[in-house]
Nanobody, 121 residues
Framework: VQLQAYGGGLVQPGGSLRLSCAAS????????MGWYRQAPGSQRELVAR???????NYVDSVRGRFTISRDNAQRTMYLQMNSPKPEDTAIYYC????????????????WGQGTLVTVSS
């Protein structure tokens, strides 16, 4: 299973940016998916999470500005970042909890490689 995160870049405060995360490989079912971020000198933190049933939750600092969504058919997850702030600058990582096989209930967490988001004027 591979996760490919993309869409990062430089965005001005108050602008918008959309991150994407595409899953590929041997996948029977994708359970929870989410975005983490890590700023320089800080620990990785959960930004937003979405279940297979499309239930979402967010860290307080982004609630109302960021929107997480997913397309189960395309095995892709998105993070719409509206009105970003300089403190949102970080490397954003996507993850997915995946059940690879129909004949096994085993599930595993997979991570994308990270995409850098810089919020600056």
């Amino acid at each position: 299973v591979q996760l490919q995160a993309y869409g990062g870049g430089l965005v001005q405060p108050g602008g918008s940016l959309r991150l994407s995360c595409a899953a590929s490989g041997k996948i029977f079912r994708i359970n929870d998916m989410g975005w983490y971020r890590q700023a320089p000198g800080s620990q990785r933190e959960l930004v937003a999470r979405i279940t297979s049933g499309l239930i979402t939750n967010y860290v307080d600092s982004v609630r109302g500005r960021f929107t997480i969504s997913r397309d189960n058919a395309q095995r892709t997850m998105y993070l719409q970042m509206n009105s970003p702030k300089p403190e949102d600058t970080a490397i954003y990582y996507c993850y997915a909890n995946v059940r690879p096989r129909l004949d096994s209930y085993s599930k595993f967490d997979y991570w994308g490689q990270g995409t850098l988001v810089t919020v600056s004027s």
